[in-house]
């Protein structure tokens, strides 16, 4: 009798339990329903989601603001220390503000150079020849030609509210075809020039086709390409 009666103490215990656990669950759900149903009629509302998305735009805004400036702060400071962090800022930018350069200031004139080589000398003499026709050139010669060095280049060129300075005509960015997911998302250049696609370091960029594809999908569709004739994989990129 008394282990039919312990038996059915922890029966009873164990349906309580169960309720309890039950009833939590509806509670929650109900709680989270009505989350769920408050959010929509707020955004049902006049301006509810322009209010909404405001909101969430500012704060982007005001992220921005505090990776350009402590990025802006960080190149002076390279200087007194003496390091040659020539990418510093721009990595230390994008690492506050991850898509710091979807609100940074830009040229209205943007070339681009890509490809596995030749691309920093023709960058390069793009930039020259340009300058000796008296534009002003924005470029990351002096830095990397990954997203911390784009960053680089552009935040240098931009004053502490992230607006392009006027005097500069147009930029010639030399960016890595690795990195062309991360950069052309927000970076649209008038023109990109693809030097060649060759087999490079195996475990870097594996085979010139699968870089090819890359480009292919990441290049923006306004911008009008510069092609290598002599180089069969690189005029497969469309």
Not at 48 to 54: A, E, I, L, V
Not at 142 to 169: F, H, M, Q, W
Not at 213 to 224: A, G, M, V
Request: with cysteine.
């Amino acid at each position: 009798s008394g282990s039919r009666h312990g038996l059915g103490g922890h029966g009873v215990a164990a349906g309580g339990e169960h309720d309890r656990r039950h009833w939590l669950r509806r509670r929650s759900d109900g709680r989270g329903q009505g989350l769920r149903q408050r959010d929509q009629r707020f955004l049902q509302l006049p301006g509810g989601g322009d209010r909404y998305q405001g909101g969430l735009n500012t704060m982007g805004k005001l992220r921005f603001l505090f990776a350009l400036w402590m990025a802006k702060l960080s190149i002076p400071a390279l200087k007194i220390t003496r390091h040659n962090g020539t990418d510093f800022p721009g990595s230390l930018a994008v690492k506050l503000c991850p898509d710091f350069l979807k609100y940074i200031g830009k040229p209205e004139h943007i070339i681009a150079v890509t490809g596995t080589n030749g691309k920093t000398t023709v960058a390069n003499m793009l930039n020259d020849v340009l300058t000796a026709e008296g534009k002003t050139v924005l470029s990351n010669r002096a830095g990397s030609n990954i997203i911390s060095g784009v960053s680089t280049a552009l935040l240098k060129g931009c004053g502490l509210l992230g607006r392009i300075k006027p005097e500069y005509d147009l930029a010639i960015l030399e960016i890595d075809e690795r990195s062309a997911p991360r950069i052309y998302p927000y970076v649209k250049p008038e023109h990109i020039v693809i030097t060649n696609l060759f087999r490079d370091s195996i475990m870097r960029n594996a085979h010139p086709g699968y870089i090819a594809d890359i480009l292919t999908r990441s290049l923006p569709k306004e911008s009008r390409l510069i092609l290598n004739a002599d180089d069969l994989i690189s005029c497969t990129v469309a």
